[in-house]
């Protein structure tokens, strides 16, 4: 699992990495209430918006952490938003991306340089 300073993280299985937010990201939100999840087909740079989320608290974009073309979006999160809560790193994810460019991946931080940069916060 590799991490964004946006508290997006990503797991990469042969040329596809599904895409969700971490569980500090989740709880600083607060009670998920609607998810908003790409369409397959989508072309995404990383950076780009990806997916929206709305809490009790606020909405927020999710920031797509590498390039490639959305291959499925996590369509139970639209009748299940809480589940971003409830397993934000495991079945709480957004979407599947094929990776363009899997050297992306390599420059994201790893588990540990993440909690570090979550200490700096």
């Given amino acids: 699992m590799r991490f964004t300073k946006d508290h997006e993280w990503v797991v990469v299985q042969g040329d596809v990495a599904t895409v969700g937010i971490t569980a500090y990201a989740a709880e600083q939100l607060g009670d998920v209430v609607f998810v908003e999840v790409p369409e397959a087909g989508k072309t995404v740079k990383q ?3 990806l997916a929206v989320v709305e809490s009790v ?3 927020s974009d999710v920031y797509a952490p590498v390039s490639g073309e959305v291959i499925e979006g996590n369509t139970e999160l639209s ?3 809480e589940t971003v809560n409830a397993l934000p790193e495991s079945g ?3 979407a599947k991306i094929k990776l363009a460019n899997p050297a992306e991946v390599d420059a994201l931080m790893d588990r540990d340089a993440y909690e570090a940069f979550l200490a700096t916060l």
């Fill in 79 to 81: 009748d299940a938003p």
């Fill in 92 to 94: 709480g994810w957004f």
């Fill in 47 to 49: 950076g780009d918006g």
């Fill in 57 to 59: 608290k606020a909405a």
